[in-house]
């Protein structure tokens, strides 16, 4: 069976932009993976005539309805009714359901459960539940005049957990034979630059198919097979998954991984290596991206967020000399940064980034986006300069990126300038 699907999420917030709206993305990506055809995304806000109208248009389009937030205790939550009205379908009280929530309250608020938490315990006449392990809004399945519906809370965490445990194992048996697919990383390419490489092979593939998926800074590519068993599966995507990795060669740095410092991370745990980080325009960002994988402490010693030349030079140990020639942001200042903070912390190998993030130039007229990377090891030191346009957002998660990969080249044999 092969559905196609609509994800509508509800709430004010949402269109206000007071929130962004992540479940729609993580929804799109796990149901992409899963097979199932995302052709809308909808926000609508917690009215209920908005809301019976997008459901009335929905349910005309597509066979899985997805509907995210409006499960909660108050007075605008009103996903539940609106949508089992639409249907013709009756809300039942469930009782099991009030104790879990009860317990919820008792465990993890250490409070009295709230009376108006009792209206998440109604839920539509023979719906399958899918209970909500971290938090207080249970979420739903039905089907109903050759329609799929959904309920997940629009909470992310608890969205996302619901997706992963109860809503997608649930599709997955309905489809005849196993879909099975592998996320491909790629850094260093343009999304058209990859799709220049591949673009023969993405024209042609059905039967695995291949789709990018451009992220700021990089580009991800859903590998995705349909097969009567998982080994099946796995040998109809060899042969395309042998021809990309060919093309993209170096820039293909994971398979299946969340993020470039992850791979970083298994990388340095594998060869019992450290690194250190010195971030200037980038703030601290290095740090707290590696600090997010489990298990980094093994490999991370430390960093210096130098934001100032008196911290370069005081804690560091850059020259003044070199500050006061060449500027903050210059080859020279990004070398004696990584070497410095090599030599602080003690640490293997170090990386240290100086640049413009914007929005303006700075005293020595270097343009937004200009920066030097720095790289150093036991046997060698080396900078890179970058010019990664503008957006300071934009400018500083690229530079991050480079440093992970930077440390990913210099541990896999690759070059890094």
């Known amino acids: ?201 993405m024209d042609e593939a059905v039967n695995p198919s291949l789709a990018p998926y451009a992220k700021t800074g990089e580009v991800m590519l859903r590998l995705t097979a349909k097969a009567e068993t998982e080994e099946a599966c796995q040998e109809l995507m060899a042969p395309l998954f042998w021809d990309v990795r060919a093309r993209l060669g170096e820039y293909l740095y994971g398979v299946d991984v969340d993020s470039l410092e992850e791979q970083t991370v298994r990388l340095l745990k594998e060869r019992g290596l450290t690194f250190s980080a010195a971030e200037s325009c980038t703030g601290g960002l290095i740090a707290k991206r590696v600090t997010d994988v489990p298990g980094a402490s093994a490999v991370f010693l430390g960093g210096v967020v130098s934001y100032t030349n008196g911290v370069k030079a005081a804690v560091l140990g850059v020259p003044r000399e070199l500050l006061d020639r060449y500027g903050a942001v210059s080859a020279p200042v990004a070398r004696a940064m990584a070497e410095g903070v090599r030599r602080l912390t003690g640490s293997d190998l170090a990386v240290s980034v100086t640049g413009v993030a914007g929005p303006d130039r700075d005293d020595r007229d270097n343009p937004v986006g200009t920066v030097f990377l720095g790289f150093a090891a036991p046997d060698t030191t080396l900078v890179r300069r970058l010019d990664l346009g503008t957006g300071r957002d934009r400018v500083r998660t690229i530079a991050s990126h480079h440093a992970f990969d930077a440390l990913r080249r210099y541990l896999t044999g690759l070059p890094i300038e």
Request: glycine share 8%.
């Open 1 to 201: 069976m092969s559905f196609r699907a609509e994800i509508i999420a509800v709430g004010t917030e949402l269109l206000l932009g007071n929130v962004a709206n992540t479940d729609a993305r993580f929804l799109s990506e796990q149901l992409a993976a899963a097979g199932v055809d995302v052709l809308y995304h909808t926000a609508v806000g917690d009215n209920p005539g908005r809301l019976a109208e997008v459901v009335d248009i929905a349910r005309r389009r597509c066979d899985l309805l997805i509907f995210t937030g409006g499960l909660g205790p108050t007075y605008d939550d009103l996903t539940k009714e609106t949508v089992c009205r639409a249907f013709g379908v009756e809300l039942v009280f469930h009782p099991e359901l009030a104790d879990e929530i009860r317990r919820y309250h008792d465990t993890v608020f250490h409070r009295e459960m709230p009376a108006c938490n009792l209206q998440q315990a109604y839920l539509p006449a023979g719906c399958t539940v899918l209970h909500n392990a971290v938090g207080t809004a249970p979420g739903c399945l039905f089907e109903k005049d050759g329609v799929t519906v959904a309920m997940l809370p629009g909470v992310p965490k608890e969205c996302r957990h619901m997706t992963l445990h109860a809503l997608i194992p649930w599709l997955l048996q309905r489809h005849d034979g196993v879909i099975l697919s592998h996320a491909l990383h790629v850094f260093g390419l343009t999304e058209p630059q990859v799709q220049e490489r591949l673009a023969d092979l």
